[in-house]
């Protein structure tokens, strides 16, 4: 599975940005039951994982991101995408979707986020 994650770049706190991640090299029947994720690295710091959701579309949440950010997929589309909203400084970071767990590490997108 080959991911490419996109929708990054500089916003104000409280801002939004929708992130999208393009599954390829995938065929429907194989991406549709994979738990897919969103994951983070701020500058500094480990990656950590941000949201899940699984093929049923059961969601789980990091605590620091809760009530702000919402994961969602388009199985036909091979897409998932994660809404982040009321956006903080400390969610500055590459973002990257991947399987739960994960596989390879696709290209990133930058969220910034200025005061």
């Known amino acids: 599975v080959q991911l490419q994650a996109s929708g990054g770049g500089l916003v104000q706190a409280g801002g939004s940005l929708r992130l999208s991640c393009a599954a390829s090299?995938?065929?429907?029947?194989?991406?549709?039951?994979?738990?897919m994720a969103w994951y983070r690295q701020a500058p500094g710091k480990q990656r950590e994982l941000v949201a899940s959701?699984?093929?049923?579309?059961?969601?789980d949440y990091a605590d620091s991101v809760k009530g702000r950010f919402t994961i969602s997929r388009d199985n036909a589309k091979k897409k998932v995408y994660l809404q982040m909203n009321s956006l903080e400084l400390e969610d500055t970071a590459v973002y990257y979707c991947?399987?739960?767990?994960?596989?390879?590490w696709g290209q990133g997108t930058l969220v910034t986020v200025s005061s």
């Open positions: 991947n399987k739960s767990p994960p596989g390879q």
């Open positions: 090299r995938v065929i429907t029947s194989v991406f549709n039951p994979l738990t």
């Open positions: 959701i699984t093929s049923g579309r059961s969601t």
